[in-house]
């Protein structure tokens, strides 16, 4: 049984929240307007959250395969903003006695968690 889940990360740059924004068509400015970013609550851009989850997706394909992505349920919650600058790592293990269950996070550099949740593992 795999005791872990295959780990993946992403150094975040201004240019791939920029991309990110492209590819979703999403420009909110929070994501994309430094200058209107700094003004805000956030104090400066955040990255989408949605690229961060992503990462989840990717560890649940490199160990599992890609079968297991369009089977699973990821139950998440975002724990805190990701910003330019900092590399995030998802991850996660199996949920004691919940068969098929893991608990998943996305950590930033500092270990913090950015996103914490579960993903179960459907069987198709």
Do not use: C
Request: charged share 20%.
């Amino acid at each position: 049984m795999t005791e872990q889940l295959v780990e993946s990360s992403l150094a975040v740059d201004q240019a791939k929240i920029d991309l990110y924004a492209d590819i979703t068509d999403d420009h909110n400015p929070i994501h994309v307007d430094p200058d209107f970013a700094a003004k805000t609550e956030m104090g400066g851009v955040i990255a989408h959250g949605t690229m961060s989850m992503n990462l989840i997706w990717r560890s649940i394909g490199k160990t599992f395969g890609p079968q297991a992505e369009a089977t699973s349920e990821l139950d998440i919650r975002f724990v805190r903003p990701v910003r330019v600058g900092d590399v995030v790592t998802a991850g996660g293990v199996p949920v004691p006695d919940r068969p098929g269950v893991w608990q998943v996070w996305v950590r930033n550099q500092n270990g913090d968690s950015v996103i914490e949740g579960t993903v179960a593992l459907i069987k198709s």
